[in-house]
Nanobody
Framework: QVQVVESGGGLVQAGGSLRLSCAAS????????MGWYRQAPGKQRELVAG???????TYADSVKGRFTISRDNGKNTVYLQMNSLKPEDTAVYYC?????????WGQGTQVTVSS
């Protein structure tokens, strides 16, 4: 079992920045990859950024060049640095950890970007 806890959401003006953190605990040795997802009201949950255990990253087209995912293995933490935020980035952001058997989700953190 893996547990993940997100933090760092909040309210920011358009053009501003936020950094989200995701701390993993439990059977972290089994984690293959971790990712950040988001869900806006009335929309489906979508992948924002992901990072594998080997450090390979992937991004949604809508955030490329603005968001950066990184990991600190010593702290078992994954970060999402979000710059040049837009109102359309407003959503609940979820962290997920994936191993061979299951996906483990956090409770989500709200990000609101005002225009």
């Amino acid at each position: 079992q893996v547990q993940v806890v997100e933090s760092g959401g909040g309210l920011v003006q358009a053009g501003g920045s936020l950094r989200l953190s995701c701390a993993a605990s439990g059977s972290i040795f089994s984690i293959n990859s971790m990712g950040w997802y988001r869900q806006a009201p009335g929309k489906q949950r979508e992948l924002v950024a992901g990072i594998t255990s080997g450090g390979t990253t992937t991004y949604a087209d809508s955030v490329k060049g603005r968001f950066t995912i990184s990991r600190d293995n010593g702290k078992n933490t994954v970060y999402l640095q979000m710059n040049s935020l837009k109102p359309e980035d407003t959503a609940v952001y979820y962290c997920a950890a994936m191993d061979l058997l299951d996906d483990y989700w956090g409770q989500g953190t709200q990000v609101t970007v005002s225009s």
